[in-house]
């Protein structure tokens, strides 16, 4: 076989490898945008954070007058999330006394939250591409923004 041939078949196998998306900061501003829209409809004060599918920050939005410590919540909402490949709140029934995932929380140097607030988000294929953790509210409110956000995120509307 040339050389010709053998780029050719290399290429088309190349070309043929799909990688999941990842976020991007176009999605995660439009994202965070709608989740504070419905965050002050519902009177919370919240922080938002999306994280890409490293589990690594792409954006922290405040609104005004939310709680300081909401920031660092949101944010390892959107860790935890990407890290474990479920939501907040499933995994706080998992990591319950006697639950299978008991003690989780003081892994990954504390970064692992067990409440709820945090979805993760995936692309058309199922693949998780990042991460929302919304607080500010209630864990109720947090979790309800959160699913709101991946069900907007998963109609696609950008």
Not at 25 to 31: G, M
Not at 63 to 70: K, T
Not at 73 to 89: D, N
Not at 142 to 153: C, N, P, Q, S, V
């Amino acid at each position: 076989m040339d050389e010709k041939a053998l780029r050719s078949i290399v290429n088309t196998v190349v070309n043929q490898i799909k990688t999941p998306q990842d976020m991007s900061l176009e999605k995660a501003l439009w994202l965070a945008q709608k989740v504070k829209e419905k965050a002050s409809s519902m009177g919370v004060k919240a922080v938002v954070a999306v994280s890409n599918r490293a589990a690594r920050p792409v954006l922290v939005e405040c609104m005004d007058d939310s709680y300081i410590a909401s920031y660092d919540v949101a944010l390892q909402k959107a860790f935890t999330v990407v890290s474990l490949k479920m939501s907040t709140s499933t995994l706080k029934e998992l990591a319950q006394p006697g639950g299978s995932l008991y003690g989780i929380q003081f892994t990954n140097e504390g970064h692992i939250v067990i409440f709820g607030g945090g979805e993760p988000l995936t692309d058309s294929a199922g693949n998780v591409i990042g991460g929302l953790g919304v607080s500010g509210g209630s864990e109720e409110q947090d979790t309800a923004l959160a699913r709101y956000g991946r069900e907007i995120f998963e109609k696609g509307n950008i």
